[in-house]
């Protein structure tokens, strides 16, 4: 099973508006709505920000929002703020015997 | 508030093992599904295991099945995961991650500050 596809690197300046695609295939993001968001820090835990596509977990910024079309998913953050800049992985349940499957990452810059 | 403290992890040869536990705190362990999930240097997250409330069902990412087992003693509010036969590319930073039902979702909603795993010789 290969990792969900994210690009590299994403930036924007504070403020403004960016989004994260996570593009997978029918066996995975396409085939159910179970695709979730995490954000990471240098040396940190990752913490969940969305999950079943669109929901948030209590405390999380309603900044923060996700979405899903076909195979791929995307994750939008809204306001861009320096505590915005970290890693983001998508993750996926998957058909195949793997369970589930993380995205290939993406750093947030902000500029 | 929900606390996941790992500990065991270390510097181990090829072919060596290694038994990970996981203490937790702030919730009601006994009713939620545990896992671990590792995450390679400079890599993405892996799902690795997980485990069922009163461990009648685990399950294990291709990559380890045969080598490694999950267990976990609700008495002790306590995670386990034993790692055998451990290769370079198991080398990773292991996380103890509370994950909420329904399971197939992928919802891993409280992680743990992680523990080193290095496979080396």
């Known amino acids: 099973q290969s990792a969900l596809t994210q690009p590299a690197s994403v930036s924007g300046s504070p403020g403004q508006s960016i989004t994260i695609s996570c593009t997978g295939t029918?066996?995975?993001?396409?085939?159910?709505?179970?695709v979730s968001w995490y954000q990471q820090h240098p040396g940190k835990a990752p913490k969940l920000m969305i999950y079943d596509v669109t929901n948030r977990p209590s405390g999380v910024s309603n900044r923060f929002s996700g979405s899903k079309s076909g195979n791929t998913a995307s994750l939008t953050i809204s306001g861009l703020q320096a505590e915005d800049e970290a890693d983001y992985y998508c993750?996926?349940?998957?058909?195949?015997?793997?369970?589930?499957?993380f995205g290939t990452g993406t750093k947030v810059t902000v500029l | 508030e929900v606390q996941l403290v790992e500990s065991g992890g270390g510097l181990v040869q090829p072919g060596g093992s290694l038994r990970l536990s996981c203490a937790a705190s702030?919730?009601?362990?006994?009713?939620?599904?545990m896992s671990w999930v590792r995450q390679a240097p400079g890599k993405g997250p892996e799902w690795v295991a997980n485990i069922k409330q009163d461990g009648s069902e685990r399950h294990f990412v291709d990559a380890v099945k045969g080598r490694f087992t999950i267990s976990r003693d609700n008495a002790k509010n306590s995670l386990y995961l034993q790692m055998n036969s451990l290769r370079v590319e198991d080398t990773a930073v292991y996380y103890c991650?509370?994950?909420?039902?329904?399971?197939?979702?992928?919802?891993?909603?409280?992680w743990g500050q992680g523990t080193l795993v290095s496979v080396s010789s």
């Open positions: 029918s066996s995975d993001v396409g085939g159910y709505n179970y």
């Open positions: 702030g919730f009601s362990f006994s009713s939620y599904w």
């Open positions: 991650v509370r994950t909420p039902q329904p399971v197939v979702r992928g919802v891993f909603d409280y």
């Open positions: 993750n996926s349940y998957t058909s195949t015997s793997t369970n589930y499957v």
